[in-house]
């Protein structure tokens, strides 16, 4: 039975609600989208990966919807002949998602940049779909002067001001602080699901926790706060789940997505994702934003100064192997999984990063590649399966 927000409070089985939230993000179609639409009355701008200030769509009286392409659903027939062969999915399916009208219930689409595909990907929308909104930010690549500070703040208004024109309402600083507000919440209920499964991944499945999150990109951020709360009391239901794993921190996948059986494939061939990145956008900050003060300024600078380590924010202060490796350390996690995206450059550039620090430190990692347009995972599974033998045996 699909899920809704309706009988989420009704339901007292978690896998029974998580089952049902699958139609929410595996539908190419967005028949919840065109629902929410109905319901709510309000325009929809889609946000594609990895990290957008959701909360200036939300305070716009826009309902925000997070487009991560469109997984192994749709063939692609268009978006081929505008991108060269050596792009990630990611691009190609959500370009594809407009070439075919799926995108007809949105009345915007936000891009960021994150990546040259990505950059390029907002141009060619904007060419191609002359009728919609398309917005770009340009976030801040150099995050030590002050300047990238009013500079961001002056690029979220700019944003906020495009908002106000898609939406014809004007936005105060009370609306930003409240709509930072909710989405705080859902960032905690979030990091306090993502704890548990760190301390209990026998009971709580990375499946299981990444159909929740994933969710959010759907659900109105009400809904998705309710989903969140019952969820947290639900797990505490749930029995443990007898096995012999091994730990480990999974890295790479926080733009393109693997497909959720490939997840599960993971984890059926013995790995206990402890901590991973995947859908890291909606969980960008490591704290709360604060909700009072210029809501703005405070988005910007939590961007700058509050976020997570991330493989498209440029950030010269921080030292990804090196966390990395503190990351395995205080898990204690026996081992890091990189899983990366075929063909994305900024997953890439980092494993050599990875790589480094964790052969220094002697943390055995396994390299695993992936498209979203995955049917078969035998191949992936039994390399993961002969890893964690391999660890197990040791
Ligand atoms: S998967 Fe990688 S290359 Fe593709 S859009 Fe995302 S960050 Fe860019």
């Known amino acids: 039975m699909a899920t809704t927000a309706s009988n989420i409070q009704e339901t007292e089985n978690l896998p029974e609600i998580v ?26 701008v889609g946000h594609f990966p990895v990290y957008s200030p959701v909360e200036l769509i939300y305070a716009a009286g826009i309902h925000p919807i997070g487009v991560v392409g469109a997984g192994n659903q749709i063939e ?3 978006a081929d002949s505008r991108f060269q062969s050596f792009v990630c999915s990611v691009i190609k399916s959500t370009l594809e998602l407009g070439f075919t009208n799926r995108l007809q219930n ?8 994150i990546c040259d595909p990505a950059r390029n990907l907002a141009s060619v929308f904007k060419r191609n779909f002359p009728d919609q909104w398309i917005e770009y930010i340009h976030f801040p690549q150099n995050m030590l002067t002050e300047g990238s500070l009013d500079y961001l703040e002056s690029e979220y208004r700019r944003i906020l001001t495009r908002l106000e024109d898609l939406s014809g309402k004007q936005v105060g ?6 709509a930072i507000g909710k989405y705080n919440r859902a960032r905690h209920l979030m990091r306090d699901l993502y704890q548990f499964r760190q301390e209990h991944p026998d009971i709580l499945s990375t499946k299981e926790l990444y159909t929740l999150v994933r969710a959010g990109h759907i659900l109105s951020v009400d809904d998705h706060i309710g989903l969140l709360e019952k969820a947290k009391i639900l797990v505490g239901k749930k029995t443990p789940l007898v096995r012999d794993h091994i730990k480990v921190i999974l890295v790479g996948s926080f733009c393109e997505q693997p497909p959720l059986d490939l997840i599960f494939a993971m984890e059926e061939a013995g790995l206990d994702i402890l901590d991973d990145d995947f859908l890291l956008g909606r969980r960008w900050f490591t704290a709360d934003v604060p909700e009072r003060g210029d809501g703005v300024r405070n988005l910007a600078e939590s961007y700058r100064d509050g976020s997570v380590i991330s493989a498209v924010k440029h ?14 350390r205080r898990f204690e996690a026996d081992a890091v999984i990189v899983s990366v995206a075929k063909f994305c450059e900024p997953g890439l550039f ?3 990063l990875y790589r480094k620090a964790l052969i220094e430190a002697g943390i055995p990692h ?13 191949k992936i599974q039994t390399e993961i399966e002969t890893f964690v033998e391999s660890l197990l045996l040791d």
């Open 19 to 44: 089952n049902g939230l699958r139609h929410l993000f595996e539908d190419p179609d967005f028949q919840a989208v065109a629902e929410i639409k109905k319901a709510s009355g309000k325009p929809v």
């Open 76 to 78: 692609i027939a268009h």
């Open 106 to 113: 949105f009345e915007g689409m936000l891009f960021h940049s």
């Open 173 to 178: 600083n009370d609306e930003i602080n409240e």
């Open 315 to 328: 950030d010269s202060r921080r030292k990804k192997g090196e966390e990395l490796v503190e990351r395995v």
């Open 350 to 352: 980092d494993y050599a």
């Open 366 to 378: 396994l390299f695993v590649e992936f498209e979203e347009k995955m049917w078969l995972f035998d």
